[in-house]
């Protein structure tokens, strides 16, 4: 059985175009839609310093939409670096937990299994050097972490 959802969004600084936050109604999840040139802004948001995963959208050198999906423990730490290392993306993604349960390995599980449904859905260009590594979780943590990233 399938039961409707809340979705609520919050623009950050009051524009749609800008930093904006995403919850989902009995999901323990928090997204963030977080355009380049206010990355630095995020100073501001603590539980950014928290571990997640992200995913770096833009255009490669041929044009074609690109994204590099990675996992970091402390994200907003990650992105800065991005800033100066990378220079396709123009907008992240970023999914941390509300409630601080997801560790390392958990990021990890997330990062591959998004790797994978960005490979074969072939939509982007998929500019991570390296595949993702499946971390060895249980069974329960893959089925929470399925759970997570089907909602």
């Known amino acids: 059985m399938t039961f409707g959802k809340t979705i609520k969004m919050f623009l950050i600084d009051g524009d749609p175009n800008g930093r904006l936050t995403c919850e989902l109604s009995n999901w323990t999840g928090l997204a963030y839609r977080i355009p380049r040139t206010e990355v630095k802004k995020c100073g501001d948001r603590p539980n950014l310093n928290s571990t997640g995963v992200y995913m770096l959208f833009g255009r490669n ?26 220079d396709f993306w123009n907008e992240v993604i970023v999914f941390i937990s509300k409630d601080e349960n997801l560790n390392k390995a958990h990021i990890k599980y997330i990062e591959n299994k998004l790797y994978e449904k960005a490979k074969a859905a072939n939509r982007y260009d998929v500019l991570n050097g390296n595949i993702p590594l499946m971390p060895s979780i249980s069974e329960a943590n893959r089925e929470e972490m399925d759970e997570f990233i089907a909602i």
């Open 61 to 86: 050198d041929d044009d074609k939409e690109a994204v590099y999906i990675g996992e970091a423990e402390e994200v907003y730490t990650r992105l800065q670096s991005h800033l100066r290392e990378k």
